[in-house]
């Protein structure tokens, strides 16, 4: 089992960055498979960003490909998410989690994730 917080959020404006984190405890980080998501008002929860165990493969959601970085430190236990080049339409709650299932290859699917944390409000301003 593996218990996971998010931080770094916060209210930024439009072309700036951000760094957030999820800071993992419970069972050795390295051993799982992570993704982030994220959940804007009104709208289902989607895939942002998927990183194997030892970044070996990484994929994007189409919409952050180029201006998001997914990376981890396994020593550190703690997965972060580079946000450069910000929009309005990042306005999310970004979500980490910790693959269950399915994770031997790439896996966006929600139900694949057992372990969530509670979130980090990302607000972009115009």
């Known amino acids: 089992q593996v218990h996971l917080v998010e931080s770094g959020g916060g209210l930024v404006q439009a072309g700036d960055s951000l760094r957030i984190s999820c800071q993992a405890s419970?069972?050795?980080?390295?051993?799982?498979?992570m993704g982030w998501f994220r959940q804007a008002p009104g709208a289902e929860r989607e895939f942002v960003a998927y990183?194997?165990?030892?970044?070996?493969?990484?994929v994007y959601s189409e919409a952050v490909e180029g201006r998001f970085t997914v990376s981890r430190d396994n020593g550190k236990s703690t997965l972060y998410l580079q946000m450069d080049d910000l929009k309005p339409e990042d306005t999310a709650m970004y979500f980490c989690?910790?693959?269950?299932?399915?994770?031997?290859?790439?896996?966006?699917?929600?139900?694949?994730?057992?372990?969530w944390g509670q979130g980090t409000q990302v607000t972009v301003s115009t």
């Open positions: 419970g069972t050795p980080f390295r051993k799982y498979v």
């Open positions: 989690a910790a693959c269950t299932k399915s994770c031997n290859e790439f896996t966006k699917v929600l139900s694949d994730y057992g372990y």
């Open positions: 990183i194997d165990n030892f970044e070996q493969n990484i």
